[in-house]
């Protein structure tokens, strides 16, 4: 049956560690400045950056 407010989709990034699979965070959405802020930010935590990322997150990465 289908609901009365329509179908509400909620899309995040999640940013794991390729060789663990240990999750490193979770951003709230998939946008390309959201990932470059959070690059800005947590990278220095982490310190690689993934060799492959969807195209809006791809955007984020080149900036």
Same mark, same amino acid.
């Given at each position: 049956?289908?609901?009365?407010?329509? &179908? %509400?989709?909620?899309? *995040? @990034? +999640?940013? @794991?560690?390729?060789?663990?699979?240990?999750? +490193?965070? !979770?951003?709230?959405? %998939? =946008?390309?400045?959201?990932?470059?802020?959070?690059?800005? !930010?947590?990278? *220095?935590?982490?310190?690689?950056?993934?060799? &492959?990322?969807? *195209?809006? =997150? *791809?955007?984020?990465?080149? %900036?």
């Amino acid at each position: 049956m289908a609901s009365p407010f329509g &179908r %509400r989709h909620r899309y *995040a @990034t +999640i940013l @794991t560690d390729a060789e663990t699979g240990e999750r +490193i965070d !979770v951003l709230p959405d %998939r =946008g390309a400045d959201t990932l470059e802020r959070w690059l800005r !930010v947590g990278l *220095a935590m982490v310190g690689t950056v993934p060799h &492959r990322a969807a *195209a809006d =997150g *791809a955007k984020g990465l080149r %900036r």
